[in-house]
């Protein structure tokens, strides 16, 4: 089966925190699908560029790059994204979200589509089409738009990205913003791609379900 011959998927990270919730879904759903976990006192950065290096050695053609604060709540998760990768000649899919724990697979209509970008908790690629890009080793801050910029590589060579019609658990944190970060971050992607960087990653329609506290 491709599911476990030809695609690897890993998470990188730099705590165990919340790696249990994921572990035990992948063992549940995904047995058979080989597993990298880059754990490593390192930026999101380094170690999403230290997956990478991995992810080439398996000599796998499909590469699955997951955070470690999500899990799985469907045994049909990874088929349908790599269908919607295939089916449709995407580069990379992603896939929506819920901050819901409860939430019921089939609650809201999910639809394949193109999409500007796809966050970093599920990115769904095919190494044959953009196996060569790696993370933007010039971001001034190490640990901001990793995920955002690694998209727009990919849109800038000419490849589609699209989210597929299945959902994964992501779970919500408060996220304070590091404003000096945000600013020098701005200020690069600016300079190196101009409007189009905004154009890509001014919205990301892919959660369903209640948001805490929301």
């Known amino acids: 089966m491709i599911l476990e011959d030809d695609l690897v998927m890993g998470t990188f990270t730099n705590t165990e925190k919340y790696l249990s919730d994921l572990k035990e879904s992948i063992n549940k759903f995904f047995p058979k699908i080989e597993f990298i976990l880059q754990l490593d006192n390192k930026s999101i950065k380094e170690n999403f560029e230290l997956l990478r290096k991995k992810f080439i050695k398996t000599h796998k053609r499909f590469w699955l790059f997951l955070d470690h604060d999500i899990k799985f709540i469907s045994p049909d998760t990874i088929r349908i994204a790599l269908i919607t990768l295939i089916r449709d000649r995407f580069a990379m899919v992603g896939c929506y979200s819920t901050y819901d724990p409860n939430y ?23 190494s044959r089409r953009v196996g060569h890009i790696t993370v933007d080793f010039n971001l001034p801050d190490d640990n901001t738009a990793i995920d955002t ?34 600013e020098k971050t701005n200020t690069y992607v600016r300079g190196k791609w101009g409007q189009f960087y905004f154009d890509c990653t001014n919205t990301f329609e892919g959660i369903v379900g209640g948001i805490p506290n929301g």
């Open 104 to 126: 019921i697979i089939g609650s809201d209509p999910l639809i394949a589509k193109e999409t500007g970008w796809v966050p970093g908790y599920f990115q769904l690629v095919d």
């Open 149 to 182: 910029s690694y998209s727009v590589a990919i849109k800038t060579e000419g490849y589609k990205i699209g989210i597929a019609p299945t959902v994964v658990y992501h779970l919500y944190k408060k996220v304070w913003m590091n404003l000096d970060a945000y």
